[in-house]
């Protein structure tokens, strides 16, 4: 089946713009995060959303990030007023529920802030 | 929060030769213990997994330990083909479901 799709793959933004990046999590799962991937470095985790539970937004780096996750399905991470240090790979994953825990990625979406 | 430390951060072993990489974490009540495979320009994917009720676990020619103890757990290769070469990220989570990652060990093998 189909798994994890994230658009765009590749975002070019003027510093100080807001972006938007969208995650397809697969048919089915409840569970959707999002991870930070700096260029040579591990992922960092972002936020997480969970069924209709408030999510957890404790990875956020700042209130210029935001995310949305609207029906249960699609999820939106927006980026207000781009800095340079956000450049990076954002990935989206998706799982079943916590007990089956393991989390698919997407490709990501390689986000550069000029 | 958790904290994760993962060594070495380059590894390069001839082809048929084992690789070893390391984890550290820090939180005890971490449960849940993933290893993901990168190669170049692709998504992560899970290559093995291990639970805190398990010391040990086989997949193949991949092999994972844990330690709670110790709080320390280890991914182990065997018999290296050229296509193992990649970046491999240890996590850990807490019962729950976010994972904290290592920084990632660029694994090369040598023809």
């Known amino acids: 089946g189909a798994g994890v799709s994230q658009s765009p793959s590749n975002k070019v933004t003027e510093k100080g713009k807001d972006v938007e990046l969208r995650c397809d999590p697969i048919?089915?799962?409840?569970?959707l995060y999002w991870y930070r991937q700096s260029l040579g470095q591990g992922l960092e985790f972002l936020i997480y959303?969970?069924?209709?539970?408030?999510?957890?937004k404790s990875g956020l780096p700042s209130d210029r990030f935001s995310a949305e996750r609207t029906g249960g399905s699609v999820s939106t991470l927006t980026i207000q007023r781009t800095q340079q240090e956000d450049s990076a790979v954002y990935l989206c994953?998706?799982?079943?529920?916590?007990?089956?825990?393991?989390?698919?990625f997407g490709p990501g979406t390689r986000l550069t802030v000029t | 929060g958790e904290n994760v430390e993962q060594h070495p951060s380059t590894l390069s072993v001839q082809e048929g030769d084992s690789a070893v990489i390391k984890c550290t974490y820090s939180?005890?009540?971490?449960?849940?213990f993933p290893w993901y495979k990168q190669e170049l320009g692709k998504r992560p994917q899970l290559i093995i997994d291990?639970?805190?009720?398990?010391g040990e676990k086989k997949d193949q020619r991949i092999a994972v330990t844990l330690n709670k103890t110790a709080k320390h757990f280890s991914l182990h290769i065997t018999e290296t083909q050229p296509e193992d070469s990649a970046v491999y990220f240890c996590?850990?989570?807490?019962?729950?479901?976010?994972?904290?990652f290592g920084a990632g060990t660029t694994v090369t093998v040598r023809a």
């Open positions: 048919s089915g799962h409840t569970a």
């Open positions: 996590a850990a989570s807490m019962g729950d479901y976010k994972l904290s």
């Open positions: 959303f969970q069924g209709n539970s408030a999510p957890d």
């Open positions: 291990i639970r805190s009720n398990v």
């Open positions: 994953a998706s799982s079943l529920s916590l007990a089956g825990r393991e989390q698919y």
């Open positions: 939180d005890s009540a971490s449960n849940y």
